[in-house]
Structures are given as C-alpha cells and as structure tokens.
T-cell receptor, first 112, second 108 residues
Framework: DAGITQSPRYKITETGRQVTLMCHQTWSHSYMFWYRQDLGHGLRLIYYSAAADITDKGEVPDGYVVSRSKTENFPLTLESATRSQTSVYFC???????????FGPGTRLTVT | GQQLNQSPQSMFIQEGEDVSMNCTSSSIFNTWLWYKQEPGEGPVLLIALYKAGELTSNGRLTAQFGITRKDSFLNISASIPSDVGIYFCAGLAGKLIFGQGTTLQVKP
C-alpha cells in the first residue's frame, strides 16, 4: 500500500545500545523528516533531508545519526541510546520544504 | 528561537457546538498548516494555507492565514464525536515549527 511506513512500531532497548528506526515512503517525495514527540514539548525536528545524500540538523539532533542513500528511505540511528531518548518518533515526507508534510504512524521507543 | 503559542490547550465541548482554536507567534511565517492527531497515530494534514489572508475550508473545517502572517485560526463547525483528537498548528519559515496542540474532547 502506498504511503509512508515506519518500523518497528514499538521498540524496547537498553541504555547504551544502538538502535535504528526505519522510514520508507512510496511517493518519491524529495524531503523527509524525523521528529520526536514528548509530552510538554510537542513535535520537535531531529533531522531532515532535502534529497538523497543531503541531510541537515533540526532542533534536537544530538545523539542521533541519519543517512539517506535512497530517496525512499530515511533511517534514524541512536548510536548509544539514553533514557532521555524514550519518546515517540515520527517520520514525515513532503514534496517541498514549503509543502504540507505527511506523517508515518510513529515508533514508540522505550530506553530502559 | 521561533515559537508558536497555540490556544486553548484543551477543550471539552458538547456535540453540535462550534470550535475555535488559534496559533500566534512573534515571527512571520510563509505557510501555515493544521494537523489532527488521533491516539496511536501520526498527525494527519487537514488544511494548508500559503497566502496571508487566505481562508480555506475542508468540510466542516475552516482555517485562515492571518493578515500579519503571525497567526492562524482553525474553526470546526457542528462538532461530532469523531472530531476528538489533538489539533496542531505548524508554521513554516525555513523549517516547520509546531504548536503545542489543542486537545479536543466531544461529549455525545
């Protein structure tokens, strides 16, 4: 089915472990984004990408790494997970920076 | 940095009532977007506004891009139970900045 998908939907990991969250879109949108959503903070941009091999930091990039070797995929890696990274992570895509973004269903990550 | 003030934070209304919420900022935005998020789901785009003064409708939803480009409003007419959720405004000026959300509950 077309659209934007995220995997896994739920993940529990331990402090210090590396974990990668996957995002895949079938619209061939040039822009892709990663947000985290926490109570009291709303949605905060972690990283975004304007095209394959082009990425840029958002508001809260520390502790995260992204890559975009293919237009349709935009994985987010937590190199050494910390409890403060417990959150719900949303991936989004859009046709342009000025266009509405379309969100995936989210990944709920718990770091113990 | 840029911030959006969204109000009210929450609303509990009777089915059939109209709803109004707004977002304000000290910064100018080129685009205003309104999203709805239901529990366990990602935000869904409801309305996009691209020009100051623009008024756009999507069914029972109407949104306006403020003349000053520093605010936007969302109205929902004749609310129904499935309108429940969190409504987010977002302003775009280089990057998308989200408001804190308005939680809407509708009593049948």
């Amino acid at each position: 089915d077309a659209g934007i998908t995220q995997s896994p939907r739920y993940k529990i990991t331990e402090t210090g472990r590396q974990v990668t969250l996957m995002c895949h879109q079938t619209w061939s949108h040039s822009y892709m984004f990663w947000y985290r959503q926490d109570l009291g903070h709303g949605l905060r941009l972690i990283y975004y990408s304007a095209a394959a091999d082009i990425t840029d930091k958002g508001e809260v990039p520390d502790g995260y790494v992204v890559s975009r070797s293919k237009t349709e995929n935009f994985p987010l890696t937590l190199e050494s997970a910390t409890r403060s990274q417990t959150s719900v992570y949303f991936c989004a895509s859009s046709d342009g920076i000025g266009q509405g973004q379309y969100f995936g269903p989210g990944t709920r990550l718990t770091v113990t | 940095g840029q911030q959006l003030n969204q109000s009210p934070q929450s609303m509990f209304i009777q089915e059939g009532e109209d709803v109004s919420m707004n977002c304000t900022s000290s910064s100018i935005f080129n685009t205003w977007l309104w999203y709805k998020q239901e529990p366990g789901e990602g935000p869904v785009l409801l309305i996009a506004l691209y020009k100051a003064g623009e008024l756009t409708s999507n069914g029972r939803l109407t949104a306006q891009f403020g003349i000053t480009r520093k605010d936007s409003f969302l109205n929902i007419s004749a609310s129904i139970p499935s309108d429940v959720g969190i409504y987010f405004c977002a302003g775009l000026a280089g990057k998308l900045i989200f408001g804190q959300g308005t939680t809407l509950q509708v009593k049948p």
